[in-house]
């Protein structure tokens, strides 16, 4: 006589067939099993009233939790694998995509942090001159100056905080009220600049003479600000030679800069008055001879 066999009645090899081939089951039995061995030794904790009985359970609770990690993890471990990969696969594919944009915010980070100019300071990026209108965690905008007139141009520069990390950075803030304004004016060398340079040199101290005393101060404090020595505020004027033999003469104002280019205009109709009268003067006596 056959005797009926219940769907239920499994062998232990046979329940760790179904349990291995069906993870969520397996991690369901892991955590039951561990669970019930917690209540157990939680338990006969309980049962004996020592000193070391708090310490006792936050062990258990603790080493029942790292157990369950270990075996999720195990038993999951190819998924895990697949996953992580599959995570930093995208995450390389954003940070590839958007890496313009990380640049700008790490640069805007370093910006705020280093502070090397501020809203309204006069700066060089780069090949740009401009005064700092705002900048944000993309951009810096900058109102172009023209550094040679020290006037704006009316143009809007739009520079990426990226370019900020790899380009230097000059702040021209001082140049904002004074200037250290430098010129030069080319000749022939039919004339002796030499012969009128002291009434030039009288004509550049005249014409900074009523901010004099003001460039002086300001003078100083730069000097004490950036802990360095430089030109001024007295003019200097200089003589020199091109490649070509042709007459340099190079001026150093330190001046206002509003006023810079009216002192260099004024400075080169005096030379060019004193050059030529020189001239006239050189050919007659020629003449006479």
Known sequence: MQENISPFDFTASELLEMLSGNKAILTVFLILMVMLCKFYFLKMINKKADTNKRVKINIVNNAVTVIILIGIFHIWSAEFQKFAISIAAFVVAIVIATRELIQCFIGFLYIVSSRPFRIGDW??????????????????????????????TGKTLYTPNSQLITSSIKNLNFLKRYAMHHFTITRDESVNPFIFLDELYEKAVEYCADFRDVAIRYNQLIENR???????????????????????????IFCPTERAMEIEQSLTADFMRLWFDQKQSTLMKVNND
């Open 226 to 252: 950036l802990d360095v020595n430089i030109a001024g505020p007295e003019p200097h004027i200089q003589v020199a030679t091109s490649n070509i033999g042709d007459t340099q003469v190079f001026f150093t």
């Open 123 to 152: 700066i060089q990026v780069g090949d740009s001159y401009g005064e700092v209108h705002s900048i944000d965690w993309a951009k810096l905008t900058l109102l172009e100056v023209n550094i040679d007139a020290y006037e704006y």
